[in-house]
């Protein structure tokens, strides 16, 4: 499981461009104020741009399959997935990938 700052700075980066330009382009500037495990703070320094377009994808997938409805980049970029948990099962792909 994610731990609580992990969780954190990727709901923010989903929702914040300039927050997530910064962790992209500088990751320890915002690394330095969280106390996160080795593996989390390896798959935030591996993070490419490309994870954000993949996430946002996956969400258009995952929603289209379950309603038939692309809801998709808008709600994701809201934080509304983020505030409902379903940042979870993006941390794990984002582990699995750059971790």
């Not at 993070?47 to 997938?61: G, T």
Request: proline share 2%; no cysteine.
């Amino acid at each position: 499981m994610a731990s609580q700052g992990l969780t954190e700075i990727i709901t923010k980066a989903l929702t914040d461009e300039d927050y997530r330009k910064r962790l992209l382009e500088a990751p320890e500037e915002i690394l330095k104020d969280y106390d996160l495990e080795a593996a989390e703070l390896k798959m935030l320094r591996n993070l490419k741009p490309e994870a954000f377009e993949e996430a946002a994808d996956m969400d258009v997938e995952e929603r289209q399959s379950k309603s038939g409805l692309g809801m998709g980049l808008g709600s994701l970029m809201s934080g509304r997935d983020a505030a409902a948990g379903n940042v979870s099962n993006l941390i794990n792909v984002l582990m699995n990938k750059y971790g």
